[in-house]
């Protein structure tokens, strides 16, 4: 069953899929956010995530990247010791080094979002084995999900979902190709 079947009406899916999942993302912070949820939700289910969602926005200042690059012992500390997020050392530790390498990205790019454009069209495969290379924690399934989320891959939605047309009129990355 598609998330396209299962999302409308759920009151957390339901939301993410009608106004998020796979729409175009510029923003830096939101992309960031979504790389973070997505290694999050490994070996998870993607509503655990959702639910935690607002503690990791607080948790992780906003995502904002210079912050969380910025982030050492106490404050991994603290998300450890943060219940209403996933208490995972290896997921903390990733996201953090993965706020350096964006900040890296976006100081030599101008921004996350003009680094992904500049990869830009790539086949899943090779996404993958760039981000294996450039972050951590990202496999197959994290780094595709990311993609599909932020509008880098086609698959979010089912072709005759009205989301699809929605996403299809805002020209993602990946129908332009």
């Given at each position: 069953m598609s998330y396209c079947e299962i999302a409308p009406g759920h009151p957390f899916h339901g939301p993410y899929h009608d106004t998020e999942y796979g729409f175009p993302v510029r923003d830096d912070a939101v992309l960031f956010e979504r790389l973070a949820l997505e290694i999050n939700?490994?070996?998870l289910s993607w509503l655990t995530v959702l639910k935690k969602r607002e503690a990791f926005l607080a948790a992780f200042d906003?995502?904002?990247?210079?912050?969380?690059?910025?982030?050492?012992?106490?404050?991994?500390?603290?998300?450890l010791s943060d219940a209403g997020i996933i208490r995972n050392r290896l997921k903390i530790d990733a996201v953090i080094?993965?706020?350096?390498?964006?900040?890296?990205?976006?100081a030599e790019h101008g921004s996350f979002a003009a680094w992904l454009d500049r990869q830009h069209p790539l086949p899943r495969d090779d996404w993958v084995k760039?981000?294996?290379k450039t972050f951590r924690f990202t496999g197959g399934e994290i780094?595709?999900?990311?993609?599909?989320?932020?509008g880098?891959?086609?698959g979010a939605?089912?072709?005759?979902?009205?989301v699809h047309r929605?996403?299809?009129a805002l020209r993602p990355a990946w129908s332009r190709v």
């Open positions: 939700q490994a070996g906003g995502f904002d990247v210079g912050r969380v690059a910025r982030y050492g012992d106490p404050e991994k500390a603290r998300l080094h993965n706020a350096r390498v964006i900040e890296a990205l976006i760039l981000f294996r780094t595709g999900e990311f993609l599909m989320s932020t880098y891959l086609p939605h089912d072709e005759d979902c009205p929605e996403i299809l």
